[in-house]
T-cell receptor, first 113, second 115 residues
Framework: AQSVTQLGSHVSVSEGALVLLRCNYSSSVPPYLFWYVQYPNQGLQLLLKYTSAATLVKGINGFEAEFKKSETSFHLTKPSAHMSDAAEYFCAGNNFGNEKLTFGTGTRLTIIP | KAGVTQTPRYLIKTRGQQVTLSCSPISGHRSVSWYQQTPGQGLQFLFEYFSETQRNKGNFPGRFSGRQFSNSRSEMNVSTLELGDSALYLC??????????????FGPGTRLTVL
């Protein structure tokens, strides 16, 4: 069964600093991978997705993620944190033809002014 | 295109009651999935409907059920509510294998509180 692991349930960074949120997947077949962001009392918004077309994926709001098969990782990064980035971030995966998304436990990102 | 809409946004029920939540997918999307989000269990998949048929099912008791109509709108029903059913219920739609590569678009959710 596929699983997604997010290391660190809480991450704090200073405004302007690098954001790094970690995600590892476990699957016999490289899945489709996604990063979603959730603001308080809202649904999930897609930041970016990996679909095997390119290992470095650029998303919205300056975020990007790199798929590394050798490390089974799909970490999310942003060069310079902004106060508006404070939210909860979820890594998720599924396989082609299967809509069921398996989510990580989420990482709450706090930005320190 | 309008996004995924869910009604109602907030709901308060008492134990033993039943509840029906509604989801309208993005126009043209035929797949609708439901997820339960709680602080303790995180985001868990409930079920997925495609062209009025349940195609995938998560590990939830039979009190949780759903259906999809010919216009792709979906409802989920929870019978005999328990305190542990208090959660944010999220609906997501996709065009299922089309150019969006399984990308799912989420609605704002329905916050269910069971007293």
């Amino acid at each position: 069964a596929q699983s997604v692991t997010q290391l660190g349930s809480h991450v704090s960074v200073s405004e302007g600093a690098l954001v790094l949120l970690r995600c590892n997947y476990s699957s016999s077949v490289p899945p489709y991978l996604f990063w979603y962001v959730q603001y308080p009392n809202q649904g999930l918004q897609l930041l970016l997705k990996y679909t095997s077309a390119a290992t470095l994926v650029k998303g919205i709001n300056g975020f990007e993620a790199e798929f590394k098969k050798s490390e089974t990782s799909f970490h999310l990064t942003k060069p310079s944190a902004h106060m508006s980035d404070a939210a909860e971030y979820f890594c998720a995966g599924n396989n082609f033809g299967n809509e069921k998304l398996t989510f990580g436990t989420g990482t709450r990102l706090t930005i320190i002014p | 295109k309008a996004g995924v809409t869910q009604t109602p946004r907030y709901l308060i029920k008492t134990r033993g009651q039943q509840v029906t939540l509604s989801c309208s997918p993005i126009s043209g999307h035929r797949s609708v999935s439901w997820y339960q989000q709680t602080p303790g269990q995180g985001l868990q998949f409930l079920f997925e409907y495609f062209s009025e048929t349940q195609r995938n099912k998560g590990n939830f008791p039979g009190r949780f059920s759903g259906r999809q109509f010919s216009n792709s709108r979906s409802e989920m029903n929870v019978s005999t509510l328990e305190l542990g059913d208090s959660a944010l219920y999220l609906c997501a739609s996709s065009d299922s294998g089309g150019a969006s590569y399984n990308e799912q678009f989420f609605g704002p959710g329905t916050r269910l509180t069971v007293l």
